[in-house]
């Protein structure tokens, strides 16, 4: 084989690679950029009886922000399912700064409850 069907057969090999990581969703994140600014952070309500318990966690939400800023949806990745229901309500009130297209980010919402 020469080097030209060596360099055809590597293209071909690496053309579902490249492919793999697309998404036809609006929304994209580039790993490279900075985050959004958050213009404005509305609190999480701790719950009552998980705070007197002591009960904390991080929730990881990824969150659809439009161009304008505005949050559009709020996916839990992960966390406590009632700490979950209570941060994703507050991030759906965040304002971020607006930008060029639409965007995903992700957020880490801490409940300390020996700080909060």
Known sequence: MGWKSSVIVFCMLLA????????NTAPTRDTAKTPRKIIYMAEAPYPWDLKRSSIGGVVKL???VSSKGTVEQVSILGGN????????G??????YAPA?????????????????
């Open 81 to 88: 399912p009632i700490l979950a229901d209570a941060a994703t």
């Open 90 to 95: 507050a991030v759906k009130k965040w304002k």
């Open 100 to 116: 060029d297209s639409a965007t995903l980010e992700r957020v880490n919402v801490v409940f300390d409850p020996h700080h909060y």
């Open 16 to 23: 579902p690679l490249s492919l793999s990581g697309q998404s």
């Open 62 to 64: 990824e969150v659809s």
